[in-house]
């Protein structure tokens, strides 16, 4: 296991909203036209080094995100006037973030070369939604759960959208309950379908980001609406 991973999988790895993230050679950049929207696009970008140029990778995809479009999850970002991410609200983080593991219906990744941690989607998977529950936020296995303390989840294997996904590491150091609950790119159910939060896309262009992704270079979404992108481009060194 590279040190990447490790950082990964314990969860000492994350981004701070103010600062730009300098360890960072992989950006995912998902960008639609206003708050409200629900189509979008995805980019892929690579650097070599802290002050190399970003360099796109692949052809722009088409991608959905919630239902009501974009909400600030970056905590202390954007105005009182923008939309901040809450539970429930239908809305997608915008913000930068981590991407984590890989998950899927296979027993093992069935990506050849995959780079990123993987993890499998059994029947007892659940992602917790339930704001009350210890593990809020949290994607456990029931039967490895001591107490179930909670009267709502997604029961990941039972979700057909979610037999390819990646983990966006949102709201999960700390957990602040009532901001939001598993965030996920995932595969889309069909064009101009979207999600309940999360940023959807075609089978195959999530399987092309899931196999060109590398943990060892900390790789970070960043998603937000066309002007807040082009007002924090410089600040946060974006492409």
């Known amino acids: 296991m590279t040190p990447a991973h490790l950082l990964l999988l314990l969860g000492l790895w994350s981004v701070d909203a103010r600062q730009t993230p300098s360890a960072s050679r992989q950006l995912v950049v998902v ?3 206003a708050w409200d929207s629900v189509n979008g696009t995805l980019t892929r970008f690579s650097r070599t080094g802290p002050t190399s140029p970003w ?3 692949g052809p722009a995809v088409p991608i959905v995100v919630g239902q009501t479009g974009l909400a600030w999850g970056d905590p202390g970002a954007g105005t009182r006037r923008d939309p901040h991410k809450r539970e429930g609200d239908g809305k997608a983080p915008a913000g930068r973030f981590p991407l984590g593991s890989v998950f899927g219906f296979g027993e093992s990744a069935s990506i050849a070369g995959l780079r990123m941690p993987y993890r499998p989607l059994g029947d007892g998977t659940e992602c917790v939604d339930d704001i009350a ?3 809020y936020n949290r994607v456990v ?3 490895e759960v001591r107490r179930v303390d909670w009267t709502s989840a997604e029961r990941m294997r039972s979700i057909d959208l979610y037999r390819l996904g990646i983990m966006v590491d949102y709201n999960t150091r700390p957990v602040r309950r009532g901001r939001g609950s598993c965030i996920f790119l995932h595969i889309w159910r069909a064009p101009g379908s979207p999600t309940s939060g999360c ?3 075609p ?3 999530l399987e092309t980001i899931a196999r060109w992704l590398d943990a060892s270079r900390r790789p970070v ?3 937000l609406p066309a002007a807040e992108y ?3 481009r410089r600040r946060w060194s974006l492409p």
């Open 55 to 57: 360099v796109a990778e």
């Open 221 to 223: 979404l960043v998603q």
């Open 203 to 205: 089978a195959a262009d």
């Open 199 to 201: 940023t959807a896309m």
């Open 230 to 232: 082009t007002r924090l």
């Open 31 to 33: 960008t639609t036209p």
């Open 141 to 143: 296995e029931r039967d």
């Open 133 to 135: 529950s210890a593990h």
